[in-house]
């Protein structure tokens, strides 16, 4: 078996700075830690997380929440916690709720009993509930992605100004009725979105000026798109932009088994920039970041907490990109 001092005398330093390189890698020089790092890959070395959570008190182990684990989206942000939480020397426990917010708090309090701390993805429960459950666990043990609540670590993508680029776009090409479909009603990047899109409406004038249809919230799934595609070209809509990708794809299915072409007679948006938008027919044009960036920098934020808890709350926020692919076009005559 393969043992911390093999380690530590394969990349010449001592056993306490091969522990911290693996446990605690930002307190040492990056040279040294990629030299230790490499020399336990090369000898399969795997520490021991149960041996070094009873010397520490802690389990070595952290928690992720998300919605719904069949969504590329939550599927690349969890592969991003992992990926970091490795270098770090954690486990990670993933429990999907499968879009049952009821079941968020359950499950988080269930996580804190197991782990050192949780990182909550797109929670579907309101602020207060939050609020409250934060309060009641230990400082410094959650960490939010895509919702920011003051005095909690959070991670989050620029969406106003994703949304500001995608209304621009469609307004540069000739749209002016541009039909919302909204995700849940709890989710704060959907409340983001909707804000992006009435500031960007808000600032034309003249012939520029747009109009957004809002049709409501919908299931953020494929089936909650095919639901609203009529709605929007009822609406009038010569443009559809989606809550997600998902719901994106539901809107062209419905549109192409209608008969209405994409983007000839209506244009479509998603967002989070997914592999399935790439995979649509016709390929979507998408709001996204780098999203196992994201899982890596809401991993960061938790193990920098576990050390300081009563330290800030970080907030860290994601650039957003708009990439055009070939279902939006000039608005139809």
Same mark, same amino acid.
């Given at each position: ?159 106003? @100004?994703? %949304? !500001?680029? $995608?209304?621009?776009? =469609?307004? /540069? *090409? +000739? ?7 909204? &995700? ?52 009038? @809509?010569? %443009? !559809?932009? $989606?809550?997600?990708? =998902?719901? /994106? *794809? +539901? ?7 209608? &008969? ?52 800030? @709350?970080?907030? !860290?926020?994601?650039?957003?990109? =708009? ?11």
């Amino acid at each position: 078996m393969v043992t911390v001092r093999d380690v530590a005398s394969a990349s010449g330093v001592s056993i306490s700075t091969v522990s911290r390189a693996l446990s605690e890698p930002s307190r040492v020089a990056s040279a040294t830690r990629d030299r230790v790092l490499a020399a336990a890959r090369d000898l399969g070395y795997e520490p021991n997380r149960a041996a070094s959570g009873l010397r520490s008190g802690r389990t070595a182990t952290l928690g992720v929440v998300v919605p719904d684990l069949e969504n590329p989206y939550f599927a690349s942000v969890t592969k991003g916690v992992q990926a970091r939480a490795r270098e770090h020397g954690y486990g990670v426990f993933v429990v999907d709720v499968e879009e049952d917010a009821s079941r968020e708090a359950d499950e988080v309090r269930a996580l804190l009993r197991q782990t050192d701390g949780v990182i909550v993805a797109s929670p579907r429960g309101t602020d207060d509930d939050l609020l409250a459950l934060v309060a009641s666990t230990q400082p410094g043990r959650a960490v939010l992605v895509n919702r920011r609540i003051e005095g909690v670590p959070s991670v989050t993508a620029d969406d106003v @100004a994703g %949304a !500001v680029r $995608a209304l621009d776009h =469609l307004r /540069a *090409l +000739g749209h002016r009725r541009i039909a919302y479909v909204g &995700g849940p009603a709890t989710s704060w990047s959907d409340r983001m979105r909707r804000e992006g899109l009435q500031r960007a409406a808000a600032g034309g004038d003249g012939a520029r000026s747009v109009e957004i249809v809002d049709l409501g919230a919908f299931r953020p799934h494929v089936q909650g798109g095919y639901s609203a595609a009529d709605l929007a070209t009822g609406a009038g @809509a010569t %443009a !559809v932009v $989606a809550y997600n990708d =998902l719901v /994106a *794809l +539901g809107v062209e299915q419905r549109l192409r088994e209608r &008969g209405i072409a994409v983007p000839a007679e209506v244009s479509v948006v998603g967002f989070d920039d997914t592999f399935v938008a790439t995979l649509a027919s016709p390929p979507l044009t998408s709001v996204g970041t780098d999203l196992r960036a994201v899982g890596g920098a809401a991993l960061d934020l938790l193990v920098e907490r576990l050390r300081e808890p009563d330290g800030p @709350a970080g907030h !860290v926020v994601r650039p957003t990109e =708009l990439v055009v692919r070939a279902s939006t076009g000039t608005v139809s005559a």
